[in-house]
């Protein structure tokens, strides 16, 4: 059964659309809608071209090989991703544009031309060799959004390290298995990041998830903060500035296989486990190249803005990779929305002439929410495209967005895809699609995807189902690192041979797709992916909880909140200190992003005779609903008694 988590049903009855104006239509990278057709007849013909337009050390021998689940492109090519995001640029006027604009949050700023990006990279890709990094040696980067940390990913690429990039809200016990799992030699970090005014203790976390991470032998640090200089530990820690300032200005990159490890990005499954996505070279860098260009409409002269942080995949795929190798200049702000003043991003765009800016739903809300004064307050102008990514976006927000952001002249591509997918799936093609607001209009050309039912059957329009693509595509996941029968049970087995997403979706009598959000028990806080099983998983390692079940409820800003249902231990009395104390052992065991919004107390959770827990009827309880079928539950009793509880808490 396809639950939708958020006002859905609403959606299908938007009627507004925007087709693109002639004036855009006129100058964009991609207009003629034959392009859909042509890539379908020959999808590997259609990649091979954009393939072309990236500088390989040998060509390729054949585009797709395809033993589902397994697919591997341009098989036989040797290139390197860094020698494509920067090298390929320095023969041209490129060589002296910027590639990066890097704001910080205290107003410290910092531009690096393709050229500088150059020296940089080779001189850390030469430090971590002198580290004894070498190819194929997993390194964990866990950084705030300062240069250092594109440049350190840039230089794993270029040397063969595959990087295992940390977002920096995680705790020491999230960085223990990540690095332990991905069995990382070396970490990179800073002594700390700004959000908010305050300081992130990034070294702290790191320094305490060591305890328990044997296989790291080195710690580069970067000087951010200066705050914590007594924390270097003598034998192990580096400073960074220390590590590159005698190395080589330059570096040979490394002829990969295409084939060959790029990254690995770990991401919330079902189990409390997470993932290691992996990522591979040719065909991750041919995929994001190619959304980046079409999609993003991205000219010589733009200026562009993805507001995602780099610890997650949109920040790899279109902070990254995708804009430097088309040769973009690509913008980077250290911290929050609301630092000094909640107009901070709108200042960003006006000081930089940003006209590209890629946001999530979640910001447009809460932007929303504060009012159109701080929008208001800088001069705009300059966007002429907006993206959205991470979660369906309610109309609302969508025509909001492109009013008030947009001055009514941007296109906005809402962009559907996942860290497994690496680049962007379904999205309007800015010059050629007509927008519906909330629907992220179509498959990207040379993408099949199809909507099926439980029995396999694709369902007709309008009828909601699962979200499934039925042919391989070249940023795909290769595999799970270290877990092939994963890997094979988690995406390949409910439809042999096609690649299950875990979202539910609908598609409309025109052909637009509308995302119905997560079937799995993964939901999405604040465009941030978590695991109900994780945060579960978190409750019950406290020693007062005897059982926990953890639900997402629909909340207006944040797309979902994670609210959890407790039965503490026979001699534990609940009490609002052991909530508080609740949700920070959750922060501690996960990180701030996967705190709880609301805890209640359960006498006993709603199990059905076989002892699984209905968190379908904990939804219900949570979002206020009617019960839905309560006839497999052993007990009734029990969620009836948890519904007049939360409704007199509520
Ligand atoms: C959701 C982020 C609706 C979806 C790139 C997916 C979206 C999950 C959209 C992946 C969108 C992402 N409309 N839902 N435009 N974009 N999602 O791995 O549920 O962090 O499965 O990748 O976010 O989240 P992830």
């Known amino acids: 059964m396809v639950e939708s988590t958020g006002n859905i049903e609403s959606l299908l009855q938007e009627d507004r659309v925007f087709p693109p104006t002639e004036q855009f239509k006129s100058q964009a990278n991609i207009s003629d809608p034959k392009i859909y057709e042509e890539a379908l007849k020959d ?32 098989t036989g090519g040797k290139i390197n991703v860094s020698y494509n995001c920067i090298d390929r640029h320095l023969s041209s006027a490129r060589r002296n544009k910027a590639a990066l604009i890097w704001e910080g949050e205290p107003g410290d700023r910092q531009v690096y031309t393709y050229w500088d990006l150059y020296r940089e990279v080779c001189r850390f890709a030469n430090g971590l060799k002198s580290l004894g990094v070498e190819k194929g040696d997993r390194v964990t980067i866990y950084l705030p959004m300062i240069p250092e940390l594109p440049i350190a990913m840039l230089a794993c690429a270029r040397i063969g390290a595959p990087h295992s990039v940390v977002f920096g809200g995680f705790s020491a016990e999230s960085i223990r298995d990540r690095v332990n799992d991905s069995q990382s030699k070396i970490i990179i970090t800073a002594d700390g990041g700004y959000r908010r005014g305050g300081i992130i203790e990034l070294k702290q976390n790191v320094d305490e998830s060591l305890d328990g991470s044997p296989s790291i032998e ?27 300032a005698d190395q080589p200005l330059t570096c040979e990159p490394e002829p990969m296989d295409s084939e060959d490890m790029l990254y690995l990005l770990y991401t919330s499954g ?18 994001t190249y190619a959304t980046t260009k079409w999609i993003f409409d991205l000219k010589e002269e733009d200026v562009y803005w993805c507001t995602a942080d ?20 690509t913008v980077m702000y250290e911290g929050s929305p609301d630092y000094p003043d909640r107009d901070r991003f709108w200042a960003i765009i006006a000081k930089y002439g940003i006209t590209i800016l890629y946001t999530a739903p979640t910001a447009i809300r809460t932007f929303m929410r504060w009012g159109e004064e701080y929008p208001q307050r800088h001069n705009l102008s300059s966007l002429r495209l907006l993206g959205t990514v991470g979660e369906p976006i309610n109309p609302e927000a969508w025509v909001w967005y492109w009013q008030n952001i947009g001055g009514g002249n941007c296109p906005v591509v809402d962009t559907w895809w996942q860290t497994e997918t690496g680049m962007i799936l379904i999205s309007p093609l800015p010059g050629i699609t007509t927008l519906k607001p909330g629907s992220a209009t179509r498959p990207f050309p040379g993408i099949e995807a199809e909507i099926l039912d439980d029995a396999g059957n694709p369902v007709g329009p309008g009828a ?15 595999n799970l690192y270290g877990d092939p029968d994963r890997y094979k049970e988690h995406y390949w087995s409910r439809y042999p041979g096609i690649y299950f997403t875990a979202d539910g979706a609908k598609v409309d009598e025109d052909g637009n797709y509308w995302l119905l959000g997560r079937v799995d028990d993964v939901i999405n806080v604040s ?65 701030a992003m996967a705190r709880p919004d609301d805890i209640y107390f359960a006498a006993e959770l709603p199990k059905t005779r076989s002892g699984k827990i209905m968190r379908r009827l904990l939804r219900d309880v949570a979002e206020g609903r009617a019960l839905g079928d309560t006839t497999t539950l052993a007990d009734p009793a029990v969620v009836e008694a948890l ?6 808490e509520e």
């Open 218 to 244: 080195k710690v580069v640090v970067v000087r951010r903060t200066g705050h914590a200089d007594d924390r270097m530990v003598e034998g192990r820690d580096v400073w960074w500035h220390d590590l590159v």
């Open 310 to 329: 780099i610890g997650w995949v949109t920040g790899h795929s279109y902070i990254v990779y995708g804009p430097l190798a088309n040769g973009a200049t």
């Open 43 to 74: 999808p590997e013909a259609f990649w091979a071209k954009f393939a072309e337009e990236l500088d390989w050390f040998k060509k390729w021998d054949k585009v797709l090989e395809w033993d589902p689940p397994y697919a591997k492109w341009f």
């Open 270 to 287: 079902t189990t409390g486990k997470p993932k290691g996505i992996v990522h591979t070279t040719g065909g991750y860098l041919v995929g």
């Open 643 to 648: 519904k007049e509880q939360y409704g007199e």
């Open 464 to 478: 909601g189902g699962y979200l499934t693509i039925k042919k391989p595509w070249p940023a795909m996941l290769r």
């Open 527 to 591: 465009a941030h992916r978590i695991s109900t099983m994780e945060v579960e998983s978190a409750l019950v390692d406290n020693p007062k909880v005897a059982e926990a079940a953890c639900i997402g409820k629909s909340h207006e800003i944040k797309g979902q909140a994670i609210v959890g249902f407790v039965t503490l231990k026979d001699n534990v009395v609940g009490t609002d200190e052991i909530i508080a104390e609740l949700k920070q052992h959750v922060v501690t065991k996960i990180g």
